[in-house]
């Protein structure tokens, strides 16, 4: 289904663009790009080459071929690089690294299969690490969660004197939590570890300061 979405993110502005490029059968073409992106990395190109050809042959010279070279580049960098990673990371759980170190490793192993299978294949291993102790390092290596704790990381941040990050980590917290949620699951729980740290005696003068 998030495929889906991608894919009519991606396709909707092509056959707008066509259309104001005077593509004939712009909704055609428009059409045959969404099915094709189902293809990862290669549909995208056969879905272009068409309308190229087409371009090329309804046009003299060569203005409106790179006008629709244009279009088709443009849409496929910002739904790669930007709407993709978005959307994957943060339904499937996945860091977009993963998703691109994840497409490179089982094409590798297992050739265009592999491509096609990539996102669902790394998807299994990190539910599988979030969910067997064993294999947790699964979920630290490809999910998108932060590998510390919500309180562990802003007296991390506390203590190396990075009190705009801490401020930036708090707003992030509070974007869809209550006051309260973040003193009573961050800002004492942080508190309590610099106090079990001073206790302790590991903390210097300065970090009890910073704290």
């Known amino acids: 289904l998030m495929q889906l979405v991608v894919n009519i993110v991606y396709a909707v502005p092509i056959t707008i663009g066509l259309w104001v490029l005077g593509i ?7 059409m045959l790009a969404l099915a094709l992106r189902f293809v990862p990395y290669i549909g995208p190109i056969i879905g272009a080459l068409l309308p190229l050809f087409l371009a090329l042959a309804v046009a003299p010279g060569w203005a409106l071929l790179l006008w629709t ?18 959307l994957y990371g943060s ?10 170190v994840a497409a490179i490793f089982w094409t590798w192993l297992w050739g265009p299969l592999g491509l096609v299978l990539s996102t669902p294949l790394t998807v299994c291993l990190v539910v599988l690490g979030r969910h067997v102790p064993q294999f947790e390092f699964l979920d630290v290596l490809f999910g ?23 401020t930036d980590h708090a707003e992030e917290y509070l974007e869809d939590k209550y006051l309260f949620e973040f003193y009573d699951k961050v800002a004492i729980p942080a508190l309590l570890l610099g106090e079990h740290d001073r206790m302790r005696g590991v903390l210097d003068d300065e970090q009890r300061r910073l704290v």
Do not use: C, K
Request: glycine share 6%; hydrophobic share 50%; aromatic share 6%.
């Open 69 to 86: 070279a244009a279009l088709f580049i443009v849409m496929e960098l910002i739904t790669g690089n930007v709407i993709e990673p978005w």
């Open 24 to 30: 004939p059968n712009a909704l055609l073409w428009g």
């Open 144 to 166: 998108n969660e932060p590998v510390l704790e919500p309180h562990a990381r802003l007296y991390q941040r506390l203590l190396a004197g990075d009190p705009d990050e801490a």
């Open 91 to 100: 339904r499937t759980g996945l860091s977009p690294l993963a998703i691109i």
